[in-house]
């Protein structure tokens, strides 16, 4: 059993997805049989994620490819998942580095994917392609990626609880 309502518990969950109403509402749900039970609940609050959200959550993550800064448990899962990008490579590094500004300046906040399984040019093309996408499709395309990195760092979270 999984016990969502402690202040403990709801610590994790803000590490998961830092949007207040989104912990409020997956911390509330519980408890949960299985972190299968946690995660269903968790990618369900997710679903409906509102621009001012996707607002809340971005100060929650660095650009990709930069360290985050802080030593709780968002900060460590981030620092796994951008470390899983592989080995550093010049070009796509810079790359990177020039597609966040542009990004940036175009939607005016970080570019946001799920790192985890992907690599650095995965991630770079994925950034020159929605780099095209208008304020509507991005902000979507943003949200959906919102909630597939909470539903990966609750079973992080919770299965080594």
């Not at 830092?18 to 509330?28: F, L, M, Y």
């Not at 049989?33 to 990618?43: P, Q, S, Y």
């Not at 991630?123 to 943003?142: G, I, T």
């Amino acid at each position: 059993m999984i016990d969502t309502r402690t202040p403990e518990a709801r610590e994790r969950l803000s590490a998961a997805l830092g949007i207040a109403r989104w912990v409020a509402e997956v911390a509330d749900g519980g408890p949960y049989a299985t972190v299968d039970e946690l995660v269903a609940a968790g990618e369900q609050a997710a679903a409906g994620l509102t621009d001012a959200e996707l607002d809340e959550a971005v100060g929650h993550h660095p650009r990709i490819g930069e360290r985050s800064e802080g030593d709780g448990d968002g900060s460590r899962l981030s620092a796994g998942e951008q470390a899983g990008l592989g080995p550093r490579e010049e070009g796509v590094d810079a790359a990177l580095a020039r597609g966040n500004e542009v990004y940036e300046g175009r939607f005016g906040r970080v570019f946001l994917i799920r790192a985890a399984g992907r690599s650095r040019q995965e991630v770079l093309d994925e950034l020159q392609r929605r780099l095209k996408n208008d304020d509507e499709a991005e902000a979507a395309e943003a949200k959906e990626q919102l909630r597939q990195i909470a539903a990966l760092r609750i079973a992080a979270l919770f299965e080594e609880a």
